[in-house]
């Protein structure tokens, strides 16, 4: 027990409240605004952040279940200045339109990448065993929890691609 | 200074080709583009304002009625609630697209069930959430609410009524005729942020945060709605996280948040959840559409018929324009258009992306591969044997025409298999394959705009409108044409949106924004250049202007000598808009897997082929068309409003249950730019590429499914119920 979560390598104390989520915790509690709030229900992926290293929606989940976690978020995987690799591929390829998509699709792409890289099998997976391919379909079904209204879904499953054929992310 | 222009001719000089910088059309990752993937880019509810309190909405469970009363006490003790609002002037509905005045207002009244009735506040967003479900609320409900658009008696939308010639003796007549009744189910614009709004006030000022697409009307409602002067209200929306219709017009939490605001002398912020979004906002109407054609024996349309019946609340003024492109895309002499709307009592109907067309062209487009099969000739053909030379009902020119070229070339793109087609030809294990096509076509809309354009003295400019970007790209494609006009690299180019401080812009709505705000910034631009003109010795027709420098070498900072240009561009449509009938068309084409056993459609490849005018970032129009792509797949198979028939509460309110396409639902697509200039559309050229994508689009899966499989479908979407249940055998 720290009583703290630790984003993006910061520790910030535990909310008061039990009912915040860990998604408004980072919003309102300590200004990380680029993870987003689509459906508050588990439902679109916006809110997407990797905890532990592993991705999840940070709206399904209370802060207070997250006592020592490590979270990562959009602002902690680049900057205007230094983009990861990824955040520069979906800006080459206009992986997005309006944008508010754009963070979820970004931190669940980056915790897939390394998924698929872990050998995790899926439903788009010929086998259940042995090594997982980074095929477009493979990359379609493990994103399918991240929706885009705008529907740059095609120029996100490029972006990732690419990023995915240089072997980083 | 400002230039005006009104347009009453087609602007043919194509001036813009002529400049020298080279960056429009260019595919140019978005200015913004940075913000976005590193998230700081602010959208309405994430700035930042010391003392803001939270606000939740409370909507009702009654279908019609009143609210007679509500309970403060009920939740005023409970921890952190601030207040309870229900002032009078809370909207209860959103207001539809460019309506420059105040939605309904009058919280008490109850026409739809979900609507918003009050607002709780408090001091954190748990606590108001908490409070709003246990408010207390008691209602006086009314009997009668009638909610199926077929039980009740239509009216008439005159102005869509076309009488010419004698369709019924055409049909009679003709070798061929079609005679079908397509259904489209109700369908949500679900952009993926939510309905915002922080407001703040300053004395009698106040300053909103909202997602709106259109500030320059929205100010105007908003003024109206809180009974104050324009001139005391500032609306912000740099960012928003979509919109497609959603949020043309001034929705319920910006009302509710400024008179919250004012009520207890702090900001607050108003988030809509996701449930209430999809019930307080807008739908598109379901329709039922009759389509009749007469044809002769080579499949030349004699006769046309489109019928269509939609619906909205009482009070209401917008009808789905369903027969929008039926009046001009296909011939026929003898022609029956009418559009009739049903007062029934379902949340309010309004604009959702490409209000109109997006469903009418899908009815269209079924029916004209069921002529296609019975004349005995290829799809292709049959549009192309049936495109007009003028508008058939106003003998109208039409300002530019791509329809037949994006027939031609998207087949041959496609790999379009020519003749007569037959269905259940290919077959893998379980799977049918076919392909299918269909026309696209959405009218052209052009709106008047203002912009203001500054070279600075540093030679580096700045573009300031209220007009928004709400995925579309502007920022990216007011920096290209300001920076080809005054020869900068768009990275020079400075672009300020979605402040009401700035001149009016046309707002983003019906796919005019580009070429009307593009029109504005172009004139502008131009009345710069005269002044740089003047000051290098040289005529405004002859400066060259590249990389900051005239063609003699002088640099624009030369030039300025420490002063700033600085022109306001407003721009207005004249006689253009009477003198043209003006689209957008394309076509597209579809290849779908079918599966025999559970009638489950999957989409393999899909292709669009557009042409809409000058194109102005090959990048962002391709991704308007994927995006209108990727709905018409939605449209098409999944997407569909269902209402409880006893109290016409929205059933599937959530993105669980409302099933917009993923990822895995949306193959590669393929779209071709097919590049014209069309001076009667706008000062630039251009058109809109917002909508066409999906305007039409559906059609091709659909005709796809009948030919991959032989299940014939008239009802949108084709879930796997009903191919199963239209599969032969
Ligand atoms: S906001 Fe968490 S999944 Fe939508
Ligand atoms: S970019 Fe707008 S929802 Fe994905």
Not at chain 1, 43 to 66: E, F, K, P
Not at chain 2, 318 to 331: C, N
Not at chain 2, 346 to 360: D, I
Not at chain 2, 430 to 457: D, F, P, Q, Y
């Amino acid at each position: 027990m720290t009583d703290t979560i630790t984003v993006n390598g910061t520790a910030h104390p535990m909310p008061d409240d039990p009912r915040v989520s860990l998604l408004d915790f980072l919003r309102q509690h300590i200004g990380l605004t680029g993870t987003k709030k689509g459906c508050d229900h588990g439902q679109c992926g916006a809110c997407t952040v990797i905890v532990n290293g592993i991705r999840i929606n940070s709206c399904l989940t209370l802060a207070a279940m997250h006592d020592g976690d490590s979270v990562t978020t959009i602002e902690g995987l680049g900057t205007p200045d230094e983009p990861s690799a990824l955040q520069r591929a979906f800006l080459e390829h206009d992986g997005f339109q309006c944008g508010y998509c754009t963070p979820g699709q970004i931190c669940s792409a980056t915790a897939m990448l390394e998924e698929l890289a872990a050998n995790w099998p899926s439903d788009a997976s010929e086998s259940l065993e042995g090594r997982m391919s980074i095929s477009g379909e493979e990359i379609r079904e493990r994103m399918s929890g991240n929706l885009c209204r705008c529907g740059a879904y095609a120029n996100i499953v490029a972006a990732i691609e690419e990023v995915a054929a240089g072997g980083k992310s | 200074m400002t230039v005006y222009f009104k347009q009453d001719e087609p602007d043919t000089s194509n001036r813009l080709d002529g400049m020298k910088q080279g960056v429009l059309g260019k595919s140019l990752s978005r200015v913004e583009g940075l913000a976005k993937v590193t998230g700081t880019a602010p959208y309405a509810a994430e700035y930042h304002i010391d003392g803001c309190a939270e606000g939740v909405l409370v909507t009702s469970t009654i279908t019609r009625g009143e609210v007679v009363s509500i309970d403060r006490t009920s939740v005023l003790s409970m921890p952190g609630v601030i207040a309870v609002v229900d002032d009078e002037k809370m909207s209860t509905r959103a207001a539809q697209g460019t309506a420059n005045e105040a939605p309904m207002q009058g919280p008490r009244q109850v026409c739809y069930w979900g609507q918003p009735i009050a607002l709780v506040v408090a001091e954190t967003f748990e606590q108001a959430r908490d409070a709003a479900k246990h408010l207390k609320v008691e209602y006086r409900e009314d009997a009668a609410a009638p909610l199926d658009p077929h039980a009740v008696e239509p009216e008439e939308q005159e102005d869509e009524t076309v009488h010419q010639g004698d369709l019924a003796h055409a049909m009679a007549e003709a070798p061929h005729s079609v005679d079908v009744t397509i259904t489209t189910k109700g369908h949500a614009s679900a952009a993926m942020e939510p309905h915002a709004a922080i407001a703040e006030w300053d004395g009698d000022k106040l300053t909103v945060h909202a997602s709106l697409q259109m500030p320059n009307y929205n100010i105007t409602e908003l003024a109206d709605a809180l009974d104050m002067e324009e001139d005391n209200i500032r609306l912000i929306s740099r960012f928003v996280g979509g919109g497609f219709g959603s949020k043309l017009g001034l929705s319920e939490e910006v009302v509710a948040a400024a008179l919250a605001a004012k009520q207890i002398e702090r900001p607050v912020r108003v988030v809509q959840s996701r449930q209430q979004v999809f019930q307080t906002v807008m739908r598109r109407s379901e329709t039922t559409q009759r389509l009749r054609f007469a044809a002769d024996g080579e499949g030349r349309l004699t006769g046309f018929g489109h019928e269509a019946l939609v619906s909205n609340l009482p009070g209401e003024t917008f009808a789905e324009p369903a027969l929008q492109s039926s009046h001009f895309i296909y011939g026929g002499e003898n022609r029956e258009l009418m559009l009739k709307v049903a007062r029934i009592h379902l949340m309010t109907a309004g604009s959702v992306r490409a209000p109109g067309e997006a469903v009418g062209m899908p009815a269209l487009e079924s029916a004209m591969d069921v002529l296609a099969e019975k004349v005995g000739i290829d799809p292709v053909e049959l549009r192309l044997r049936n495109i007009p030379e003028r508008d058939p009902e106003k003998d109208l020119p039409f300002s530019s025409h791509k329809l037949a070229e994006c027939l031609k070339q998207g087949a041959e793109a496609f790999g379009w298999q020519k003749g007569v087609r037959k269905p259940r030809q290919r077959r893998e294990g379980e799977w049918w394959i076919g392909t299918g096509m269909a026309s696209a076509s959405r009218s052209h809309s052009i709106a008047e705009a203002k912009a203001r354009v500054t070279l600075k003295a540093d030679g580096t400019a700045l573009v300031e409108t209220d007009m928004t970007d709400i995925g579309t790209g502007t920022y990216t494609i007011l920096a290209q044409i300001a920076g080809e006009m005054l020869g900068l690299q768009p990275d020079q180019v400075l672009v300020e949106l979605g402040d009401t401080r700035h001149p009016r812009g046309p707002g983003s709505g019906g796919s005019w924004g580009a070429s009307s705000i593009g029109s504005a910034v172009y004139i502008a631009c131009n009345a710069i250049r005269e002044e740089l003109a003047e000051k290098a010795g040289t005529s405004e027709d002859r400066l060259e202007l590249a990389d900051g420098r005239t063609a003699a070498g002088q640099t624009l900072a030369d030039l300025l000598q420490g002063k700033d240009i600085s022109q306001e561009g407003h721009y207005e449509p004249g006689a253009i808009e009477d003198d043209f009938t003006a689209a957008g068309f394309g076509a597209f084409f579809a290849q779908v897997r079918v599966n025999h056993y559970t009638g489950e459609t999957r989409v393999d490849r899909m292709l669009g082929a557009f042409g809409f005018g000058r194109v102005l970032n090959a990048s962002t129009a391709r991704s308007q068309c994927i995006g209108g792509i990727t709905w018409s797949i939605g449209l098409a198979l999944t997407e569909a409003l269902e209402f409880d028939p006893r109290d016409g509460h929205l059933v599937n309110c959530d993105l669980a249950e409302y099933h917009v396409p993923v990822h895995r639902d949306v193959p590669d697509l393929d779209v071709l730019l097919v590049e014209e200039r069309d001076g009667a559309a706008s000062q630039i050229q251009a058109k809109g590429i917002g909508e066409l994508g999906m305007c039409g689009g559906a059609a091709a899966i659909g005709n796809a499914i009948y030919n991959a499989c032989g299940a014939r479908l008239f009802d949108y979407p084709m879930t796997p119920d009903r191919v199963l249940a239209a599969m032969p055998e």
